[in-house]
T-cell receptor, first 114, second 111 residues
């Protein structure tokens, strides 16, 4: 069955370290998104991509980067982790069709920055 | 004004009753509307989508859309304890392919 996976599911790191969170989907969706979810803030968009080699900043992109070298993967990199980036991170994908923007979410990665 | 607004709750409903969840949005050209359910510690799960004015029913769930009032709602009939979760409203704007999410409403169904 087609699916979307994230790894690792849990990560503890130290301030200043570089961290990469993986997201992989097998639906062949054009669009992929990264969100963070914190109490009191709901889901906030970090970065998104509408296809290979395309990346765009979301509302909370500072300190994060993404690259899209193939359809299936959109890794999220924290260049120098900060305690404020402790959060639950969700990856999502959608087909990219004009009439269908339903997004499907991965299981999430819980990141703790000490 | 937030783009998508929901009452954060908690909303408490007795088992077997109708739960009514509401969402308003600010962008008049919004085109697609979605309801997600999120259990504690889990990822959001799509339960309903609606694209045109009126009602859309799927089992115990009914989504209602009123574009003139910029209002979308979700009704859950015969509420069950397993419906206890946070419900997220999401809206897509014409020409864009990203969604804007509300903060979510926490729903508790009391046995």
């Amino acid at each position: 069955d087609a699916e979307i996976t994230q790894s690792p599911r849990h990560k503890i790191t130290e301030t200043g370290r570089q961290v990469t969170l993986a997201c992989h989907q097998t639906w062949n969706h054009n669009n992929m998104f990264w969100y963070r979810q914190d109490l009191g803030h709901g889901l906030r968009l970090i970065h998104y991509s509408y296809g290979v080699q395309d990346t765009n900043k979301g509302e909370v992109s500072d300190g994060y980067s993404v690259s899209r070298s193939n359809t299936e993967d959109l890794p999220l990199t924290l260049e120098s982790a900060a305690s404020s980036q402790t959060s639950v991170y969700f990856c999502a994908s959608s087909p990219g069709l004009a009439a269908n923007n339903e997004q499907f979410f991965g299981p999430g990665t819980r990141l703790t920055v000490l | 004004q937030k783009e998508v607004e929901q009452n954060s709750g908690p909303l408490s409903v007795p088992e077997g009753a109708i739960a009514s969840l509401n969402c308003t949005y600010s962008d008049r050209v919004s085109q697609s509307f979605f309801w997600y359910r999120q259990y504690s510690g889990k990822s959001p799960e799509l339960i309903m989508s609606i694209y045109s004015n009126g009602d859309k029913e799927d089992g115990r769930f009914t989504a209602q859309l009123n574009k003139a009032s910029q209002y979308v709602s979700l009704l859950i009939r015969d509420s069950q304890p397993s419906d206890s979760a946070t419900y997220l409203c999401a809206v897509n704007t014409l020409g864009a392919q990203k969604l804007v999410f509300g903060q979510g409403t926490r729903l508790t169904i009391n046995p």
